[in-house]
């Protein structure tokens, strides 16, 4: 019986000895061809979409974690490499959630001369006079993901017009992404469906794109090239567990990754392919101004300010009362607010 021989050097430069074998492909390689193969892919990804121009000033979601860690490494080695002519500016969001963000944060600033770029934090206790950790006390922990997400949102929106940048780029990987395809088929969001495969997105409610670099990364080998380079970075989890829809999402494609390894890529070209009917695309709301904080809204009103209106009024309810039941005006203004958002 023919046996099959042990590899022994990089199955790319044949070489050195292999460090470890790619998640994405299977291929045992050094840890120099990993480094040159992660880094050549991202940089085909922004040369073929044409993701940037000389001379812009962009805006890298920075939280500490893995992803956005190693998206602010890679464009810092790209745009040294091949001369993208580029800014870089950290910008990040602090949310209010003790043990947690404030520890990512004492990252992101270690991260800012590391990296050498300016940082610019901006939190929700400033702009809405909120933190997770009173909205999480008001509200519970059910439904806080949906407020901590339309907040993040546009506070991010926010601080890139506080830097007159109209460009911030996201750590969303290839996990990521095939987790949305997966929750927007779901839950049947044509809409959604078509658009979260762009690479770029401008929204009617916003005046900045948005754009995703590491959309074709697998987690995995973010991991793996964050550890070998010793990128400095927080890897605790959030205290407030996401939702359980993604997190069901999340676990189908983990456990479809353990069987198949392509089917991370394979759902996510899926999803580029879908083709939507015209009426559905119709369905995209216009942009206008929200009536309340005059931000760029596709509704009358911003789905911060929706959700906002709830909190308050939650507030005052519990200020006001002489016997407070800080359940009950909650969870009635809650639903309420969650009611008239339009996801
Ligand atoms: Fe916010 Fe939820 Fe993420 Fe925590 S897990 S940072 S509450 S979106
Ligand atoms: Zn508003």
Known sequence: MATVPLVRVCERCLNEPPALRRPKTGEKICKSCFYDVFETEVHETIVSTNLFHRGEKVAIGASGGKDSTVLAHVLKTLNERYDYGVEFVLLSVDEGITGYRDDSLETVERNKDQYEMNLEIVSYRDLYNWTMDEIVATIGKKNNCTYCGVFRRQALDRGCVKLGISHLVTGHNADDMAETILMNLL?????????????????????????????????????????????????????????????????????????????????????????????????MPKARTCTQCGYLSSNETCKACVLLGGLNASRAKIVLDTEPAPDQPSAAAISRSLERLSF
């Open 187 to 283: 839950r049947g969001d044509t809409s959604r469906l078509d658009r979260c495969t762009e690479i770029v997105t401008a929204g009617t409610d916003s005046p900045v794109k948005r754009s995703k670099p590491l959309k074709y990364c697998y987690e995995k080998e973010i991991v793996l090239y964050a550890h070998f380079k010793q990128l400095d970075y927080f890897s605790t989890e959030c205290t407030y567990s996401p939702e359980a829809f993604r997190g069901t999402a999340r676990a189908i494609i983990k456990n479809l990754e353990a069987i198949r390894p392509s089917a991370i890529i394979d759902v996510i070209h899926s999803g580029e392919q879908f083709v939507l009917q015209k009426k559905t695309k119709n369905r």
